[in-house]
């Protein structure tokens, strides 16, 4: 199964997919950890995710790039990888990232993913409605992550958008 789960910044959709993966997944659950902890702002966010995923049974990696190269030892009840949005930021603009492959780069390591377990939450970003002018590799980047959202949602079971901390669903698969 795979559940897409979008939102603004601070909108709780990091909590949601924690849950819903909570509710798909019984027992090994993994949490797929994008982020580079690049400054102060960056590391107390990480800390937050952390101190939320306490309790629930997570074993964390890291993996910042190149999630098609990811050797996992086991199978998973359930993957959740946060997020994607920094995930296509490090495959364009880190000096080792994929650059003009990060699309199918990234595809590639979702479908790996797949493989590697029962349920799959991907957790994303609403980027697109502040409509403000960008630099080219910027509008290049909200222009690969919409690409990606749309092609994760057309493959997902369930699709969902975190407004104000409340779930809506965009595409219904029976995961609520």
Partial sequence: MLILVTGGSASGKSAHAERLLCEHAADSRLYLATMQ?????????????????????????????????????RRYD????????NLLANELFAPEGAKDAAFGSILAGIGRLQDCCETLVIVTNEIFSDGLPYPAETVRYIELLGQ???ALCARADAAYESVCGILLPVKEGGTR
Avoid: M, W, Y
């Fill in 37 to 73: 902890p690049f400054g102060a702002a960056a590391q107390k966010r990480i800390a937050r995710h952390r101190a939320l995923r306490q309790g629930k049974g997570f074993q964390t990696v890291e993996r910042p790039l190149n999630l098609a190269g990811l050797e996992l030892s």
């Fill in 78 to 85: 359930g993957i959740l990888l946060e997020d994607l949005g």
């Fill in 148 to 150: 990606l959202n749309a």
